[in-house]
């Protein structure tokens, strides 16, 4: 099963990027005007998105069900080999566990559900349809990303180290996904999905756009922090998946932004007094 979904999974990542990097782009002579921020072709990233999002799904069903040690493994376990900065998510108060998680799910949901506040400007309310796929995709390869990083390291989350938890809990599976923090790289994609998004429409912002990026950061860090104190992940986890979010919330986009002048395949139909065609590929 790991075998399966990481290789699916590798393929169908490498076909999306082929897709991103490679665009055959039909339009026009006059197709210059009211062109959209973003080129999508639906035909073929719809699909791999939905193949994705599957492979996701395996992945994760796969991630969470994993055994976790047992009894003479978890004793064995010395808070002293982990690198010092990790040291103290252990260490965390073991009674403030299931609130803390519990106000880290919330805030992912938020942050997910933040790019919804795009749909108030007039410009980008237009286009709702190509930015839902593009969100999707989104999350599509980032979720590929961490399935792929957690099902190749068996790393020991912080409260498997922690005496004061029950151990039922520090034995259960799912413990051993440590790396890298799937709720804070989930928050950073969908936060600097929207910043970037808005930046692309709205250009005249300037340098300005770097205070988005900043706000950006805010609700993927409350995430971060609670998933801390929940002994859900160490601090290189949760950085980790702020940068792996964040940058697939720039990247995706940036993939799909159009050009001046246009990389790719073109292909620009004419008719007059001849009929045809202009086929080309600029590097």
Not at 120 to 138: P, S
Request: net charge neutral.
């Amino acid at each position: 099963m790991k075998y399966f979904i990481e290789k699916i999974s590798g393929l169908l990542l490498a076909g999306w990027l082929l897709l991103c990097l490679n665009p055959v782009h039909v339009y026009s002579q006059n197709s210059d005007k009211n062109e959209n921020v973003y080129s999508i072709n639906k035909k073929w990233e719809i699909p791999v998105t939905l193949a994705l999002f599957g492979t996701n799904f395996l992945g994760l069903n796969y991630v969470g069900t994993q055994p976790g040690l047992d009894s003479l493994e978890i004793v064995a376990l010395d808070v002293n080999d982990l690198w010092a900065i990790n040291r103290k998510a252990v260490e965390q108060d073991a009674g403030y566990v299931g609130q803390a998680q519990h106000i880290s799910d919330w805030a992912l949901n938020v942050s997910v559900a933040l790019p919804a506040l795009l749909g108030l400007d007039k410009e980008i309310r237009k286009d709702w349809i190509d930015l839902l796929v593009l969100y999707g995709e989104t999350h599509a390869v980032n979720g590929n990303i961490y399935v792929a990083a957690a099902s190749l390291n068996d790393k020991a989350r912080p409260l498997v180290y922690n005496p004061d938890i029950p151990f039922t809990d520090r034995s259960e599976s799912g413990t051993l996904n440590s790396f890298f923090s799937g709720h804070v790289s989930t928050a950073a994609a969908s936060t600097f999905f929207a910043a970037k998004v808005y930046s692309d429409y709205h250009p005249e912002i300037g340098n300005k756009k770097y205070l988005l990026f900043g706000a950006a950061l805010i609700p993927p860090m409350v995430v971060g922090i609670y998933r801390y104190k929940a002994m859900k992940h160490f601090p290189t986890d949760v950085f980790t998946g702020l940068v792996v979010g964040a940058g697939m919330g720039v990247l995706v986009p940036h993939l799909h932004k159009r050009k001046n002048k246009m990389g790719g395949f073109s292909f620009v139909p004419f008719s007059g007094k001849y009929t045809g065609c202009v086929i080309g590929y600029r590097f």
